[in-house]
C-alpha cells in the first residue's frame, strides 16, 4: 500500500480517497477507524492490527500531534514484538511510504 497524499482530514492510499481516520494494513484499509476517545489511543482501538501483528505500526498523531499514545501501550505493543513509531501524521506517512518492510501497518489520525 503507498500513501499518495495527505493533508488534514484527507488522505490517497492506492488512488482512493478517505476523509475519515484509517488504518492501513498489508492487504487492505480499515475505514473508518472509530476510537474509544478521540484523541486518546487504547489497545482496543488497534483491534483490527492485532489480528495479525505487523513488524512495525507507524501511528499517526494528527497534524498538529494531538492525539495521545500513552507509554504503557507502546511498552505493551513492543513486547508483543512490534516495532512503534509515532509523530505528527505528515511525517508518519514519509515514514510509511519508504519503509520497504511487507509486513508493515499504520494508524492514522487525519485531522488535530
Known sequence: MKIE???????????????????????????????????YLHWEDLEEVLKDPPEVLYIGRGHSGVMEVPSPLVDKLHAQGIEVVTGRTSDIVDRFNSDRRQKKAAALHLTC
Open 5 to 39: 497524499r495527505y493533508s488534514f482530514g484527507h488522505i490517497v492510499i492506492d488512488g482512493k480517497s478517505y476523509t475519515k481516520d484509517v488504518i492501513i494494513l498489508p492487504d487492505r484499509v480499515f475505514h473508518p477507524w472509530w476510537r474509544k476517545e478521540g484523541h
